[in-house]
């Protein structure tokens, strides 16, 4: 009798069975982004004038004040007239008074560097005495590093003010020669770095104000991500962010500097409208580790909005909706168990367990048709995740 109740027994559904555990929980957002140069600067005509061809290419060395980046030709008629020599002094008076306000920012902006600095040197010999948590450190750690980023921004500023005042000058300058002729008019670099792009090569009779060139410092990078405006909105200053996929083999490190106010609307690949905003980072890791990255290329970014690493998580693959709630089966003497539980935080893999489950049990991951409530099972393998 006992080997016929054994063979009408039901057979035990095969499954696959996860522990609950004890650890690390990291969200993430992933999306595209794209580098850019941080600090570029538009070369234009100052004046109107005949343009000599422009042999530069985008990638060349430029060097402050001294690399000539294209010429200008012209009657000095054509340069100056008594409109122009009125706009030209008005020009020079307004270069200079930006250059004075800059100047002024640029002080405010070390003295508030310098602050951030030796807070943060405070904060770090309290950190090793245990007296700041770690949200403290971290938020001094991003203020000591956003005073640096805010004086480079405001040292660029700087240098294309003087620029300014020198071409204003130069323009001021300009006269006639005898035979009606004029010195040509020499386009300085504004800063040193790299060509970026070459707007203009053919010689052409140009107006004022016409792009000729970009230039900027291709090692000098931040990355701007478009993201859902909905995940925006969990993001924040020095979020962590993790760029893959940009053609190295390492991740590279960034930070989040600012999430943009305004969203836009654009179309999905599916058709759907969507509100997205934009991201933008800082990258950490220094040019040795990014040689070849430059501007405008594609990354993959992970953005970082949630961060902890003492979390009870069950495979995300466990869970399931029933009857407006969240449930697991637990492997409970070779049953299954069907069990009610409250979610928080999930990054697609794992996901946070508020309530229901305790460290150790077993779970069914990815549960099929066949296992309810009391159904044996025999469980095929555990897997961490």
Do not use: C
């Not at 069975?17 to 941080?38: D, F, I, N, Q, W």
């Not at 030709?73 to 008005?90: C, M």
């Amino acid at each position: 009798m006992a080997l016929l109740g054994a063979a009408l027994m039901p057979r035990a559904v095969p499954v696959e069975a996860a522990s609950v555990a004890v650890g690390p929980l990291v969200v993430t957002v992933a999306e595209e982004g794209m580098t850019r140069v941080k600090h570029r600067y538009l070369v234009a005509a100052p004046v109107s004038g005949q343009l000599r061809r422009i042999d530069w290419k985008a990638g060349a060395v430029v060097e402050a004040g001294k690399t000539v980046l294209a010429v200008l030709e012209g009657r000095g008629t054509d340069f100056l007239d008594t409109r122009s020599q009125v706009q030209a002094e008005a020009r020079v008076r307004g270069a200079e008074a930006a250059r004075e306000s800059v100047r002024a920012h640029l002080a405010r902006a070390q003295a508030g560097a310098r602050r951030s600095a030796s807070d943060f040197v405070r904060v770090q010999s309290l950190r090793r005495q245990g007296a700041v948590s770690t949200q403290e450190y971290d938020a001094a750690q991003m203020m000591a590093t956003s005073g640096v980023e805010e004086v480079r921004a405001v040292e660029f500023s700087a240098k294309v003010a003087d620029y300014e005042v020198i071409q204003a000058q130069a323009i001021l300058g300009l006269g006639l020669e005898a035979g009606e002729k004029v010195t040509p008019l020499a386009i300085t670099s504004p800063i040193t770095g790299r060509i970026l792009r070459v707007l203009q090569e053919s010689a052409r009779v140009v107006p004022a104000g016409f792009a000729l060139m970009e230039v900027g410092d291709p090692t000098d990078l931040e990355v701007r991500i478009e993201v859902l405006s909905r995940d925006g909105v969990r993001m924040g200053p020095g979020a962590r962010v993790i760029l893959e996929q940009w053609g190295g083999r390492e991740p590279l490190a960034a930070r989040v500097r600012h999430v943009e106010p305004a969203a836009f609307t654009k179309i999905s690949a599916l058709g759907v409208e969507e509100q997205r905003v934009y991201v933008i980072a800082d990258l950490l890791d220094g040019p040795q580790r990014r040689p070849t990255l430059g501007d405008g290329f594609r990354v993959e970014a992970r953005i970082v909005i949630s961060e902890s690493s003492d979390v009870l998580w069950v495979p995300a693959g466990a869970t399931f909706q029933g009857s407006g709630e969240e449930q697991v089966y637990v492997v409970v003497g070779g049953r299954a168990e069907l069990r009610r539980i409250k979610l928080g935080r999930t990054n697609g893999r794992e996901t946070e367990v508020l309530a229901g489950l305790m460290a150790g049990e077993r779970v069914v991951v990815y549960p099929g048709d066949k296992v309810t409530s009391g159904t044996r099972v025999e469980v095929l393998k555990v897997s961490a995740h």
